[in-house]
């Protein structure tokens, strides 16, 4: 079978080689066929990518330790649904990932664009295509999925315990799809400049897939929020570490770009503003990628250091100065239409939350790459911590929030005095309202920045509450539809509008959630032994008594041994919750260490117990002392080994393990260390992010435009025969 | 004003509003950042107050408890040269003896070292990588 996914792959770059020619060849001498190949090629570099993919999913799924990325990184104690997924824990197998939902979404692109811009998609398609090559070309000539060892092991090095979440399945697959289909505007935009056709068909044409690879994208780095949440033992969303940065970078530029194409498909305005952004979006995608994988900054993700910095750094280098040619090239073309009229403006909001959302690029862009820039400049690493991000991110938040208030209500090319006071003045109030509100929570006042995004949050409800109910009105006084028929038909109607403002409501709820919970979250350590019991935030929290268990780990991921906690919380003597947080152990995959010991000295993780509420998370992990839980092990060592005969010893260790060691801890426990923190308003940052997501998809759908165009047809129809008749 | 020339002193002042910016995150991000040493550069340089990133090992056989506090050392990637830390606040899970750790330290008596809470970064691997066995062949 590897040999059938190395030809597949072979014959994917051969695809890529000759569709690049072909779409080169064709655009230039304007031959359709050739052009018509070219498309051709992309969906077959589909299909090559596909059964080179499913060759080496189902390796996974099989467990065939013959390939040695399976061998490296899954187990036959892996349970299965987390081999589906060790497949993007090695790096050949994300490279895979990756390059073949590109050949996806170029295929459907391709598809979609077959009948239209006949100068654009051929070049396009070479840039796609290109991309391919270049993915294709890791993978056949320098980290190749299919290495095969001649003497497959028994059983495999497993999949690392931290990556076994439930999030694992979804969480590359998204940011990766995020990825590649901001390669889509960003080969279009390419196109566009080399064929010369910088109208708006190319952004109407690739709208759709960057809003979906924005979508996505952020879909991938919420989930990796809340991975973190709920697994990383340390109770945070958010660490600004350079993978999760790297991720944020293109959906900032990305969220800058879906806003400022607005301008120009209205006023022809932004054109080298938009080609420059998407063109920087692209880039900051392949950066991301190569971040991720290559460990050239410290980062919780680094997965050792790889071979494949020289090609990614040339590829970034080429893309960036090829970039920055076309623009300045093709910089006649890309004049603007109109002038900005006024600072008053729609037009001058956009570009001022463009500018905004930049600037914060651009700030997650110097303190990631920080500790390089400080190298090259004074010799030595230094980096920056997230009390230096927030500094500069937590003003940029909230300009961006105050905008997105602003940019839905103000006219576009300029504003009257009279159109701000009718538009402004409900959500103006709610914000006001919110903040003398708020000033009577006792501890808020303290916290100005908070307390001016919670202000500024109510203004933009408050606008986003405002749109739909004046487009519900005037609908009912249009149609006399009942209101939630007429609020629905007012959505289906505007999808993308009202799609934006429910992303605009999700997101400052989700701001809101954040600033709440860093604000004002309470998290300590303590040492306890059963019985203790330790205030936290108002909470009364008892270690009541310890638990062990032995081959059942009820979230199946495969643990050996979980040693838990069973806490009490109650409040004022009354009863609130139990949490029942644990630390799991797992198989070493080294042999080096004794019997008892080998079941339990591979990665520990933390299963965290949380109580979520809507206004408060409790949140707490444990972590026992080890010391004499190991001289116990130790022992056990000694026993087995001095009097089991070695092919036994495997069986005996696990009952010694699961009936003496285990009920050993239990009953006597040593003092464990519990991280506990109670912070406000967490839940609202995924309910925000479950709305941003809603209004994203809501954006995304497809209008019911075959119906619109056979309407605008028949009319048409009639304006030509009234024409004809005059 | 004519208009070409506000909308020329316009983009000056936006450019100028947009490099001051610049200029003053540039400068806090070297005037904030904690260089990143290795112990022995750390015992060579560090001054007793100064906030220090140490990245190192943790020495097998150092980690003990002490109420509250963790103490283990942290010794050169490829060397023996090490030195204490005194920590507190959350450990991350994949913390343990022999792995990759970035910590923010100051120096404190003689050749001590006291963490700043809850700064303890461990490095993850992606699998596990048995030290030195097969599983460094495959790459």
Known sequence: MATVGRAALLIALLICAYGVIAAVYGALTGRREWVESARRSVYALAIALTVAFGILELAFLRSDFSFAVVAGHSSTSTPTFYKASAMWSSQEGSLLLWVWLLSLWSSLVVFLTRRRMREVVPWATAVLLGYGAFFTALLVFAVSPFDTLAQPPADGAGLNPLLRHPAMMIHPPMLYSGYTLFAIPFAFAVGALIAKRVDAEWIRSTRRFALGAWLVLGIGIILGARWSYNELGWGGYWAWDAVENASLMPWLTGTAFIHSVMIQEKRGMLKIWNVSLVLATGILCVLGTFLVRSGILDSIHAFGASTLGVPFVALIAGMSLGSIALVVWRRGLLRSEHRLDSLLSREAVFLLNNLVLVAMCFVVFWGTFFPLISEAVTGEETSVGPPWFSRYTVPLALILVLLSGIGPLIAWRRATATNLRRTFAIPVACGVVAFLALLFVPGVPQKPLALAMFALGAFVAGTVGQEIWRGTRARRAMTGEPLPLAVTSLVRRNRRRYGGYLVHLGIVVLFVGVAASSTFQTASDHRMSPGDTVRVDGYDVRYVRATAEVGNDPSGTGAMLSLGAVLDVSKDGRHVTTLRPARSFYPSNSTASGPVEWLVAGEPTSEVAVRSGPLKDFWTAVNPDMTRFQEVIDQGDKAVAADIPEMQQPMVAFRLLRDVIAPNYVENPPPAMFRMISSPLVAWIWIGSLIAIGGGLIALWPAPDAARRRATATLRARVAQDLGRA | ?139
């Open chain 2, 1 to 139: 004003m004519d208009p070409a020339r506000k909308r020329r002193f316009r983009l000056v002042a936006a450019l100028t509003a947009a490099l001051v910016l610049a200029g003053g995150l540039v400068y806090t991000s070297f005037s904030a950042g904690s260089p990143a040493k290795t112990p022995s550069e750390l015992l060579a340089s560090a001054e007793p107050g100064g906030s220090y990133k140490l990245t190192g090992k943790v020495v097998e056989g150092s980690i003990r408890h002490e109420g509250d506090t963790l103490l283990f050392s942290v010794r050169d990637r490829d060397g023996t040269t090490s030195v204490p830390v005194s920590y507190t606040g959350s450990v991350p899970d994949p913390f343990r003896e022999g792995r990759e750790i970035i910590v923010t330290v100051s120096r404190g008596a003689g050749d001590t070292f006291v963490a700043e809470k809850d700064s303890l970064v461990t490095k993850c691997p992606s699998k596990f990588e048995a030290e030195d066995d097969a599983a460094s062949d495959m790459s």
